[in-house]
């Protein structure tokens, strides 16, 4: 009788990538979907979800191998998971943790919910206010005012 | 300094469960759209991809703690990871290997990708004999005779 963890933990640490880990449980695959990883072709990736954290009840956390984000993802993760940490793995230690910053003001990057609002309708780029409490973001828009609350939003 | 892989290896094994191995690097997130793995709300899951197979190249793995699958899932999973293999866990132990088999004739699970057919313009079931080689799986509509092969597979 064999284990069955064994090929698994072997591969499950990395040398060189990120870990995003704080993630909400329920938002893993927003995570991944806007960071486009179904996309990636070479990098070792692992994901995990529905680990116990004590701060949101329920985490994920992602692995990536290799990869290193610019600072416009991580303005994106921070609008659907505003407490995740970000680590930076050189060598298979920790050499930077970085908390993703939820920005005061977003433009291009995420859709009004207002579908009467203008940007819905002509070529007019977003542009959002961030309403931010301790666990959820919301945004403002500049042009109709109405407010996109975390379960509505669309990143583009 | 910390290492970044304790807590993630601590949560990688499971005491009962399901583990998708060999399943083609690039269909990961297939076989997870497929399973609905986004709707589990409860279950403890990790997934990684682009691991080193000898036989693929490059091949995805799926745990879940605490769930089994049907076997009409199996046949969904065999129509685009043929050579999958399914571990039963329980008590972290390996209890039941199963080979996802192809089956010769499938029944209302994939959609044929003539847009001319029938089966995309009435409420007909869709019916396909199942053509396949060691690594392709590719499906005979029995209304029009396209073959849908499986870049072109999508599963309802």
Redesign the interface.
């Known amino acids: 009788?064999?284990?069955?963890?064994e090929?698994?933990?072997s591969?499950?640490?990395?040398q060189n990538g990120t870990?995003i880990d704080h993630i909400p449980?329920?938002r893993l695959?927003h995570v991944i979907d806007l960071l486009k990883l179904?996309t990636?072709?070479?990098?070792?990736?692992?994901?995990?979800?529905?680990?116990k954290s004590e701060r949101f009840g329920?985490k994920g956390?992602i692995?990536i191998s290799g990869k290193f984000f610019e600072d416009i993802d991580m303005d994106k993760i921070a609008l659907i998971a505003p407490n995740a940490k970000v680590?930076i793995?050189r060598d298979?230690?920790?050499?930077e943790k970085r908390k993703v910053a939820v920005p005061n003001k977003i433009t291009a990057i995420a859709k009004c919910m207002n579908p009467k609002c203008i940007t819905n309708h002509e070529e007019v780029t977003t542009k959002f206010d961030v309403i931010t409490d301790d666990k959820k973001v919301a945004l403002k828009c500049l042009y109709c005012e109405k407010i996109t609350d975390q379960d509505n939003l669309e990143l583009i």
């Open positions: 009788m064999e284990t069955n963890n090929k698994f933990l591969v499950s640490a990395i870990v449980a329920g695959f179904h990636i072709k070479e990098n070792r990736m692992t994901f995990g979800t529905n680990f329920r956390v692995k680590n793995i298979y230690k920790v050499v």
